[in-house]
């Protein structure tokens, strides 16, 4: 079974330009996450969807980051205009959850850095 | 505002010591627990669950659960030098829109010396 795949792995960009980045989640998973994880610091939830339908942007900053998840399938995460306080790996993870709940499968991430 | 709170470490053990990892969170309504090993550059991937009060072992870990205190911890029996890494303690619930999502402790990095 493949696992979930990102794109870019790496970018490097300079404070003001825009970047996107591309995931792919696990086959059947409905519920998919971007994280963002700073140096040091544990993954923090950005946004989260349900099949197409957006579930949860109470921490995304909203002035510069976007995202959408078209057909319920692949996801882009957009920042623009990138700050500097931006460089982080970003993550996406992929879910089904039943019951109690379940664990997330994260993918490579993307490793965003703002000059 | 949930909260999953980790001591940083580094938590340094030699080689076949027991490492002790610790977790607190605050939401209540919590229903599921997860630790995660997180190596350099990587991404996290897990290593064990637990959704009831009391201990499970899956072969050199142990994860132990306390709901009444809100506590979650790990134990890694004779630790190897590839068990170094960052280690997160999640938590997961449904939040009021009925979403499940899962908070992140910031992590505790452990180095085990040969």
């Known amino acids: 079974e493949a696992g979930v795949a990102q794109s870019p792995r790496y970018k490097i960009i300079e404070k003001r330009q825009s970047v996107a980045f591309w995931c792919n989640p696990i086959?059947?998973?409905?519920?998919l996450y971007w994280y963002q994880q700073i140096l040091g610091q544990g993954p923090k939830l950005l946004i989260q969807?349900?099949?197409?339908?957006?579930?949860?942007d109470s921490q995304l900053p909203k002035d510069r980051f976007s995202a959408e998840r078209l057909k319920g399938v692949d996801s882009t995460l957009k920042i623009q205009p990138a700050k500097l306080e931006d460089s982080a790996v970003y993550l996406c993870?992929?879910?089904?959850?039943?019951?109690?709940?379940?664990?997330?499968?994260f993918g490579e991430g993307s490793r965003l850095t703002v000059l | 505002q949930k909260e999953v709170e980790q001591n940083s470490g580094p938590l340094s053990v030699p080689e076949g010591a027991i490492a002790s990892l610790n977790c607190t969170y605050s939401?209540?309504?919590?229903?599921?627990f997860f630790w995660y090993r997180q190596y350099s550059g990587k991404s996290p991937e897990l290593i064990m669950s637990i959704y009831s009060n009391g201990d499970k072992e899956d072969g050199r870990f142990t994860a132990q659960l306390n709901k009444a205190s809100q506590y979650v911890s790990l134990l890694i029996r004779d630790s190897q030098p590839s068990d170094s890494a960052t280690y997160l303690c999640?938590?997961?619930?449904?939040?009021?829109?009925?979403?499940?999502?899962?908070?992140f402790g910031k992590g505790t990095k452990l180095s085990v010396i040969p």
């Open positions: 993870a992929s879910s089904t959850p039943t019951g109690l709940g379940g664990e997330l499968f």
């Open positions: 999640a938590v997961g619930a449904y939040s009021g829109a009925g979403s499940y999502q899962l908070t």
């Open positions: 086959s059947g998973h409905a519920t």
């Open positions: 969807f349900q099949n197409n339908g957006v579930v949860d």
């Open positions: 939401d209540r309504g919590s229903q599921s």
